[in-house]
């Protein structure tokens, strides 16, 4: 293989993933913040440590902080996920199980028109680092 | 320094290899027909050896990335994301240059490992940026991101694993689910159908050869092999791990008695990838904490390559072996 198409391919790989980071990174620092209600279980992942899997609670979300007082259903997915480190896992989860307790709400960035990005988890309106130490 | 033993993976040790029996013809230990055969099987083994040896040296790369992971709070985020592009353009530009002064080992390897670290990249930015859950979509970029080194990469090996992450991507959840549901209904007429199928699209590409008696034989193995796979998922998904696992590795492992007895090398280093394949699956299925899957997954990488290395030296032994007693 020509050693130019060669040197483009391997750039173009390198290039697509960083564009793509970077696309992500600035939707996540540039978008507005909205705040929704969250419920959820703690599966396992391998690579990534523990996460909480929620799903939105929108009946119990504020929808005024929408356009028009309403709440854009469709434009968030059915369930996400919440990154946590691996020791504090076993306490969130506890947590989660008596959610009826406290609140969870997600931090989220976002735009009408672009996906979503949850920045923060939220603990009955505290971040959750405070809660759980 | 690459252990001597590892030297049947760079490109000299074809022209050793050729030098050698070179040698032989000379000496009239073989004819020059033995030695187009023993190039040419070399030659057809070199894919599973690579493959173990690249399984290998994943499974060690697996392991320090769960052990990273086990004290990821520590690691702010932008180290996190700058090691791991760091870690990318090595990779490519390492490729680039093995591609470039033709050095197999070191560009396809490097190449492997940059299509390993595109996937490992987009997962370390869905956990960053708490991306969700959507798998198909994060293996259809990983697909898409990846498509220029399957066609840069000159072993197959890439391609192969590039084709069922690009189908993952491509056909909804809900397909393989309706896959799955109609294997566990109907499991021996299921795996007869999808044999057909195989065999069809394999006849087409001109990947079947031999005689009629020989093709039946062959179509026998792989359902045989696909039966096995399935049983072992179906045990899985009841929570018996270990049960599957341990029947499909003493599956393979009659197998392959049954390869050495019979002399097929090639079949028995087929059924070698295979186990060491079984035994990195498991640690994914039984997972138990991020150190402790680590540690698992970089003591299992070497010794899948001890393994390989221990096979090379037995393989170099008997030559020279073979070669002093003609002396």
């Not at chain 2, 993952?168 to 007429?189: K, T």
Request: charged share 15%; proline share 3%.
């Amino acid at each position: 293989m020509n050693k130019y198409t060669m040197l483009v391919a391997l750039a173009t790989t390198f290039l697509f993933l960083f564009g793509w980071m970077n696309v992500i990174a600035f939707q996540s620092r540039s978008g507005p913040e909205v705040i929704l209600s969250v419920k959820g279980y703690d599966p396992r992942d391998l690579l990534s440590g523990h996460y909480i899997r929620y799903q939105i609670d929108w009946e119990k979300s504020n929808c005024r902080q929408f356009a028009n007082s309403r709440c854009p259903v469709q434009d968030f997915a059915e369930s996400g996920r919440f990154y946590i480190p691996e020791d504090k896992a076993v306490a969130l989860d506890g947590l989660f199980s008596s959610s009826d307790q406290h609140t969870f709400e997600i931090v989220y960035s976002y735009k009408p028109g672009s996906i979503p990005i949850a920045k923060k988890l939220l603990i009955d309106g505290q971040e959750w680092q405070k809660i759980i130490k | 320094m690459l252990p001597h033993a590892f030297w049947p993976l760079l490109k000299g040790h074809k022209v050793n290899l050729r030098k050698k029996t070179q040698n032989w013809v000379e000496d009239k230990i073989i004819t020059s027909s033995q030695q187009e055969a023993i190039l040419a099987r070399e030659g057809s083994q070199d894919l599973f050896r690579w493959g173990i040896v690249l399984l290998g040296i994943f499974c060690v790369g697996l392991g320090i990335i769960s052990m990273i992971a086990a004290g990821w709070d520590m690691i702010p985020d932008s180290v996190k994301l700058g090691g791991a592009f760091l870690i990318l353009i090595n990779l490519l530009i390492f490729s680039f240059v093995g591609l470039q002064k033709k050095i197999p080992f070191l560009g396809e390897g490097c190449l492997f490992g940059a299509f390993l670290m595109c996937g490992a990249t987009i997962g370390l930015v869905g956990q960053i940026f708490h991306l969700g859950d959507n798998l198909s979509s994060a293996l259809l970029l990983w697909a898409v991101v990846t498509f220029p080194l399957v066609i840069i990469s000159r072993r197959r090996l890439i391609g192969l694993l590039w084709i069922p992450i690009a189908l993952d991507g491509f056909v909804p959840a809900a397909g393989w689910r309706a896959l799955y549901e109609l294997y566990s209904i109907y499991p021996i007429g299921s795996t007869l159908v999808f044999g057909s199928w195989l065999w069809v699209i394999a006849s087409l590409f001109g990947l079947v050869q031999g005689t009629f008696a020989g093709a039946i034989r062959k179509g026998l193995y792989i359902l045989l092999y696909a039966n096995f796979i399935f049983g072992d998922f179906l045990l899985s998904d009841n929570g018996m791990d270990f049960i599957g696992f341990i029947i499909t590795v003493l599956f393979l492992t009659v197998a392959t008695i049954i390869n050495i007895r019979n002399g097929n090398t090639i079949a028995f280093r087929q059924n070698l990838f295979l186990i060491a394949l079984r035994l990195v699956v498991l640690y994914f299925q039984v997972f138990i904490s991020l150190a402790f899957t680590g540690v698992g997954f970089i003591l299992s990488g070497g010794v899948i390559l001890a393994a390989v290395w221990g096979w090379n030296k037995i393989n170099t032994n008997l030559s020279i072996q073979m070669k002093g007693d003609k002396v």
